[in-house]
Protein backbone atom coordinates (compact mmCIF):
# COMPACT_ATOMS: atom_id res chain seq x y z
CA UNK A 1 0.00 0.00 0.00
CA UNK A 2 1.41 3.52 -0.99
CA UNK A 3 -0.01 6.39 0.84
CA UNK A 4 0.15 9.74 -1.43
CA UNK A 5 0.66 13.01 0.41
CA UNK A 6 1.89 15.56 -1.06
CA UNK A 7 4.99 15.07 -0.38
CA UNK A 8 5.25 11.74 -1.99
CA UNK A 9 5.55 10.56 -4.71
CA UNK A 10 4.36 7.41 -6.40
CA UNK A 11 4.23 6.05 -10.10
CA UNK A 12 1.53 3.89 -11.83
CA UNK A 13 1.99 1.51 -15.12
CA UNK A 14 -0.50 2.30 -18.26
CA UNK A 15 -0.29 3.14 -21.75
CA UNK A 16 -2.03 6.10 -22.56
CA UNK A 17 -0.60 8.38 -25.44
CA UNK A 18 0.66 12.04 -23.72
CA UNK A 19 -1.82 13.85 -26.89
CA UNK A 20 -4.70 11.62 -25.45
CA UNK A 21 -4.36 13.45 -21.89
CA UNK A 22 -4.07 16.33 -23.46
CA UNK A 23 -6.89 16.39 -25.62
CA UNK A 24 -8.55 14.89 -22.23
CA UNK A 25 -7.12 17.93 -20.03
CA UNK A 26 -8.31 20.91 -22.16
CA UNK A 27 -12.29 19.25 -22.70
CA UNK A 28 -12.24 19.13 -18.72
CA UNK A 29 -10.61 22.97 -18.42
CA UNK A 30 -7.79 21.07 -15.84
CA UNK A 31 -4.79 23.04 -15.66
CA UNK A 32 -1.59 21.21 -17.52
CA UNK A 33 1.75 22.41 -18.24
CA UNK A 34 3.70 20.70 -21.28
CA UNK A 35 7.89 20.34 -20.93
CA UNK A 36 8.13 21.63 -17.53
CA UNK A 37 11.33 22.15 -15.80
CA UNK A 38 11.01 20.04 -12.81
CA UNK A 39 13.90 22.19 -11.17
CA UNK A 40 11.01 24.74 -10.25
CA UNK A 41 9.02 22.74 -8.50
CA UNK A 42 11.50 21.09 -5.88
CA UNK A 43 13.22 22.71 -3.01
CA UNK A 44 16.69 22.16 -3.92
CA UNK A 45 16.12 23.29 -7.53
CA UNK A 46 17.10 20.33 -9.23
CA UNK A 47 15.65 18.46 -12.17
CA UNK A 48 15.40 18.03 -16.25
CA UNK A 49 11.66 18.50 -18.05
CA UNK A 50 8.55 16.50 -17.64
CA UNK A 51 6.51 16.19 -20.85
CA UNK A 52 3.36 16.45 -19.18
CA UNK A 53 2.40 17.98 -15.93
CA UNK A 54 -1.27 18.12 -13.91
CA UNK A 55 -2.29 20.47 -11.66
CA UNK A 56 -5.59 19.29 -9.92
CA UNK A 57 -7.51 21.98 -7.46
CA UNK A 58 -10.22 19.80 -6.08
CA UNK A 59 -11.05 16.28 -5.49
CA UNK A 60 -13.74 16.69 -8.49
CA UNK A 61 -10.39 17.46 -11.03
CA UNK A 62 -8.39 14.37 -9.13
CA UNK A 63 -10.77 11.89 -9.77
CA UNK A 64 -11.57 12.96 -13.65
CA UNK A 65 -7.52 12.99 -14.23
CA UNK A 66 -7.16 9.24 -12.15
CA UNK A 67 -9.82 8.13 -14.66
CA UNK A 68 -8.66 9.48 -17.29
CA UNK A 69 -5.15 8.05 -16.62
CA UNK A 70 -6.59 4.72 -15.76
CA UNK A 71 -8.38 4.29 -18.80
CA UNK A 72 -5.68 3.08 -20.83
CA UNK A 73 -3.07 2.27 -17.49
CA UNK A 74 -0.68 4.94 -18.42
CA UNK A 75 2.57 5.31 -15.85
CA UNK A 76 2.42 8.16 -13.68
CA UNK A 77 3.94 10.64 -10.70
CA UNK A 78 2.20 12.38 -7.82
CA UNK A 79 3.86 14.90 -5.91
CA UNK A 80 3.61 17.92 -3.94
CA UNK A 81 5.62 20.64 -3.68
CA UNK A 82 8.90 18.62 -4.21
CA UNK A 83 10.11 19.60 -0.47
CA UNK A 84 11.34 16.27 -0.38
CA UNK A 85 11.72 14.76 -3.88
CA UNK A 86 14.94 14.94 -5.81
CA UNK A 87 14.16 14.90 -9.85
CA UNK A 88 16.93 13.27 -12.26
CA UNK A 89 18.22 15.01 -15.17
CA UNK A 90 16.40 12.51 -17.42
CA UNK A 91 13.10 13.52 -19.01
CA UNK A 92 9.93 12.37 -17.16
CA UNK A 93 7.58 11.16 -20.12
CA UNK A 94 4.81 9.80 -17.80
CA UNK A 95 2.57 12.32 -16.77
CA UNK A 96 3.59 14.07 -13.49
CA UNK A 97 0.48 15.18 -11.04
CA UNK A 98 1.32 18.02 -8.75
CA UNK A 99 -0.94 18.76 -5.61
CA UNK A 100 1.34 22.26 -5.62
CA UNK A 101 -2.69 24.00 -6.33
CA UNK A 102 -4.51 21.90 -4.43
CA UNK A 103 -7.62 23.02 -2.35
CA UNK A 104 -6.27 24.65 0.72
CA UNK A 105 -8.82 26.01 2.71
CA UNK A 106 -9.15 25.85 6.11
CA UNK A 107 -11.36 26.48 8.75
CA UNK A 108 -12.63 25.89 12.58
CA UNK A 109 -15.12 22.69 12.01
CA UNK A 110 -16.19 22.26 15.88
CA UNK A 111 -15.38 23.72 18.83
CA UNK A 112 -16.02 21.89 22.24
CA UNK A 113 -15.10 24.52 25.32
CA UNK A 114 -10.80 24.82 24.98
CA UNK A 115 -11.23 22.01 21.78
CA UNK A 116 -11.21 23.13 18.32
CA UNK A 117 -11.17 20.91 15.42
CA UNK A 118 -9.28 22.71 12.19
CA UNK A 119 -10.33 21.09 8.97
CA UNK A 120 -7.99 21.96 6.24
CA UNK A 121 -7.46 20.78 2.53
CA UNK A 122 -5.10 18.94 1.77
CA UNK A 123 -2.55 21.19 0.05
CA UNK A 124 -2.69 23.78 3.02
CA UNK A 125 0.94 24.31 3.56
CA UNK A 126 1.79 23.94 7.36
CA UNK A 127 3.30 27.31 7.54
CA UNK A 128 0.08 28.78 6.28
CA UNK A 129 -2.09 26.78 9.25
CA UNK A 130 0.68 27.67 11.67
CA UNK A 131 0.22 31.49 10.94
CA UNK A 132 -3.86 30.78 10.97
CA UNK A 133 -3.32 29.32 14.91
CA UNK A 134 -0.83 31.82 15.87
CA UNK A 135 -3.33 34.93 15.22
CA UNK A 136 -6.69 33.12 15.92
CA UNK A 137 -4.93 32.19 19.96
CA UNK A 138 -5.05 27.93 18.99
CA UNK A 139 -2.44 25.74 20.11
CA UNK A 140 -1.36 22.44 19.83
CA UNK A 141 0.74 22.82 16.21
CA UNK A 142 3.48 24.83 16.98
CA UNK A 143 5.64 21.71 16.17
CA UNK A 144 5.04 22.74 12.55
CA UNK A 145 7.28 25.44 12.60
CA UNK A 146 10.35 25.26 9.97
CA UNK A 147 8.92 21.73 8.65
CA UNK A 148 8.27 22.39 4.65
CA UNK A 149 5.63 21.34 2.47
CA UNK A 150 1.73 20.70 2.92
CA UNK A 151 -0.69 19.28 5.09
CA UNK A 152 -1.48 16.07 2.92
CA UNK A 153 2.08 14.72 2.90
CA UNK A 154 2.79 15.66 6.66
CA UNK A 155 0.05 13.58 7.47
CA UNK A 156 0.91 10.92 5.19
CA UNK A 157 5.03 11.19 6.64
CA UNK A 158 3.65 11.17 10.42
CA UNK A 159 5.82 14.44 10.40
CA UNK A 160 6.72 16.52 13.21
CA UNK A 161 9.61 17.00 15.45
CA UNK A 162 10.84 14.72 18.95
CA UNK A 163 8.06 17.10 21.11
CA UNK A 164 5.10 15.85 18.96
CA UNK A 165 4.11 14.22 15.43
CA UNK A 166 1.28 15.08 13.41
CA UNK A 167 -0.15 11.80 14.24
CA UNK A 168 -0.73 12.86 17.56
CA UNK A 169 -3.23 15.65 16.94
CA UNK A 170 -4.86 14.01 13.71
CA UNK A 171 -8.73 13.71 14.13
CA UNK A 172 -9.81 12.04 10.91
CA UNK A 173 -8.80 12.65 7.53
CA UNK A 174 -10.55 12.27 3.72
CA UNK A 175 -8.92 10.13 0.82
CA UNK A 176 -9.70 9.14 -2.28
CA UNK A 177 -8.52 5.72 -3.60
CA UNK A 178 -6.77 5.17 -6.63
CA UNK A 179 -10.18 3.24 -7.89
CA UNK A 180 -12.13 6.37 -7.67
CA UNK A 181 -13.58 5.78 -4.20
CA UNK A 182 -13.90 8.34 -1.32
CA UNK A 183 -13.59 7.33 2.62
CA UNK A 184 -13.59 9.14 5.90
CA UNK A 185 -10.79 7.63 8.22
CA UNK A 186 -11.55 8.16 11.68
CA UNK A 187 -8.52 8.32 14.46
CA UNK A 188 -9.16 4.47 15.22
CA UNK A 189 -8.27 3.34 11.68
CA UNK A 190 -5.38 4.99 10.86
CA UNK A 191 -2.08 3.39 12.28
CA UNK A 192 0.70 6.10 12.38
CA UNK A 193 4.28 5.19 13.12
CA UNK A 194 8.07 6.93 12.63
CA UNK A 195 7.32 8.95 8.89
CA UNK A 196 4.84 6.54 7.84
CA UNK A 197 0.73 5.96 8.19
CA UNK A 198 -0.86 2.95 7.49
CA UNK A 199 -5.14 2.72 6.69
CA UNK A 200 -6.92 -0.31 8.16
CA UNK A 201 -8.98 -1.87 5.40
CA UNK A 202 -8.14 -0.03 2.50
CA UNK A 203 -6.37 -1.91 0.17
CA UNK A 204 -4.23 -0.17 -3.03
CA UNK A 205 -3.49 3.45 -3.03
CA UNK A 206 -5.35 6.06 -1.74
CA UNK A 207 -4.48 10.02 -1.91
CA UNK A 208 -5.08 12.16 0.95
CA UNK A 209 -7.53 15.19 0.50
CA UNK A 210 -8.26 16.75 3.74
CA UNK A 211 -7.52 16.52 7.04
CA UNK A 212 -8.79 17.18 10.50
CA UNK A 213 -6.53 18.67 13.16
CA UNK A 214 -7.34 18.30 17.21
CA UNK A 215 -6.16 21.62 18.73
CA UNK A 216 -7.21 23.73 21.76
CA UNK A 217 -7.35 27.55 22.48
CA UNK A 218 -4.62 28.79 24.07
CA UNK A 219 -3.74 32.48 24.24
CA UNK A 220 -0.61 34.16 22.75
CA UNK A 221 2.17 34.35 25.30
CA UNK A 222 1.92 30.25 25.73
CA UNK A 223 2.13 30.38 21.95
CA UNK A 224 5.14 32.22 21.51
CA UNK A 225 6.81 30.59 24.66
CA UNK A 226 6.16 27.01 22.64
CA UNK A 227 7.16 28.77 19.82
CA UNK A 228 10.87 29.61 20.72
CA UNK A 229 11.80 25.94 21.70
CA UNK A 230 11.17 25.22 17.51
CA UNK A 231 12.73 28.70 16.16
CA UNK A 232 15.55 27.84 18.62
CA UNK A 233 16.38 24.08 17.02
CA UNK A 234 15.34 25.26 13.52
CA UNK A 235 18.09 28.25 13.42
CA UNK A 236 20.55 25.01 13.28
CA UNK A 237 18.91 24.27 10.17
CA UNK A 238 20.22 25.50 6.46
CA UNK A 239 16.74 27.11 6.21
CA UNK A 240 17.97 29.41 3.94
CA UNK A 241 19.32 27.31 1.82
CA UNK A 242 18.34 25.11 -1.18
CA UNK A 243 17.54 21.70 0.48
CA UNK A 244 15.15 18.65 0.21
CA UNK A 245 15.10 18.77 4.06
CA UNK A 246 15.94 15.80 6.16
CA UNK A 247 17.93 13.32 4.02
CA UNK A 248 18.00 10.16 5.98
CA UNK A 249 15.31 8.76 8.65
CA UNK A 250 17.33 8.35 11.79
CA UNK A 251 17.84 5.43 13.74
CA UNK A 252 16.28 3.94 16.41
CA UNK A 253 17.53 6.36 19.37
CA UNK A 254 19.93 7.69 17.23
CA UNK A 255 20.42 11.21 15.35
CA UNK A 256 21.12 10.83 11.73
CA UNK A 257 23.05 14.22 11.50
CA UNK A 258 25.24 13.40 14.33
CA UNK A 259 26.11 9.82 12.94
CA UNK A 260 27.08 11.82 9.82
CA UNK A 261 29.30 14.27 11.52
CA UNK A 262 30.76 11.32 13.57
CA UNK A 263 31.80 9.88 10.64
CA UNK A 264 33.90 12.95 8.95
CA UNK A 265 31.37 14.10 6.68
CA UNK A 266 30.04 17.65 7.64
CA UNK A 267 30.44 20.14 5.09
CA UNK A 268 31.57 17.13 2.60
CA UNK A 269 31.04 17.98 -1.14
CA UNK A 270 30.13 16.37 -4.69
CA UNK A 271 30.63 18.46 -7.23
CA UNK A 272 28.20 21.67 -6.13
CA UNK A 273 25.97 19.90 -3.66
CA UNK A 274 27.41 19.71 0.33
CA UNK A 275 26.57 18.20 3.74
CA UNK A 276 25.68 21.28 5.43
CA UNK A 277 27.43 22.79 7.89
CA UNK A 278 24.81 23.83 9.87
CA UNK A 279 23.28 20.30 10.48
CA UNK A 280 25.15 16.85 8.69
CA UNK A 281 21.43 15.61 7.73
CA UNK A 282 20.64 18.47 5.23
CA UNK A 283 22.75 17.87 1.39
CA UNK A 284 22.21 21.74 -0.13
CA UNK A 285 22.86 22.95 -3.47
CA UNK A 286 25.05 25.79 -3.89
CA UNK A 287 24.31 26.92 -6.87
CA UNK A 288 24.83 24.44 -9.90
CA UNK A 289 24.18 21.21 -8.58
CA UNK A 290 23.14 18.07 -10.88
CA UNK A 291 21.23 15.12 -9.39
CA UNK A 292 23.84 12.64 -9.67
CA UNK A 293 25.75 15.32 -7.07
CA UNK A 294 23.15 14.26 -4.42
CA UNK A 295 22.39 11.10 -4.86
CA UNK A 296 26.40 10.56 -4.62
CA UNK A 297 26.78 12.16 -1.43
CA UNK A 298 23.88 10.02 -0.36
CA UNK A 299 25.86 6.56 -1.27
CA UNK A 300 28.99 7.87 0.66
CA UNK A 301 27.36 8.78 3.44
CA UNK A 302 25.47 5.10 3.48
CA UNK A 303 28.78 3.31 2.50
CA UNK A 304 30.54 5.23 5.27
CA UNK A 305 28.18 5.21 7.86
CA UNK A 306 28.09 1.36 7.16
CA UNK A 307 31.34 0.59 7.39
CA UNK A 308 32.67 2.71 10.24
CA UNK A 309 29.83 2.43 12.69
CA UNK A 310 27.46 -0.76 11.58
CA UNK A 311 24.70 1.49 11.19
CA UNK A 312 22.06 1.52 7.80
CA UNK A 313 21.06 5.12 6.73
CA UNK A 314 17.66 4.87 4.93
CA UNK A 315 16.26 7.66 2.65
CA UNK A 316 13.10 9.87 3.59
CA UNK A 317 13.26 11.40 -0.19
CA UNK A 318 11.91 10.06 -2.94
CA UNK A 319 13.72 10.03 -6.25
CA UNK A 320 11.67 9.92 -9.55
Do not use: W
Not at 215 to 243: A, D, H, T, V, W
Request: a positive charge.
Amino acid sequence: MISIGIMDTYSRKSGLSGQDAVNGLKTAGIEFLENGNMSAYSSIKIGGTADLMIFPKNEEELLFILNLLKANLSDYYIIGRGTNVLFKDDRICSPVISFKKFAANFYENKKNGSEIILEAGSGASLSKILNYAIKNDIGGCEFFYGIPGTLGGAVAMNAGSKESVIGNIIEKIEIITDAGDKFTVKKDGMKFSYRNLEIKDIGGNYFITKAYLTLLKSNGLKISENMEIFKKRKSSQPLGEYSLGCIFKNPSGQCAGKIIEEIGLKGFSQGDAAVSQKHANFIINKGGARPEDITSLIKIIQEKALSIKNIKLNTEIKII
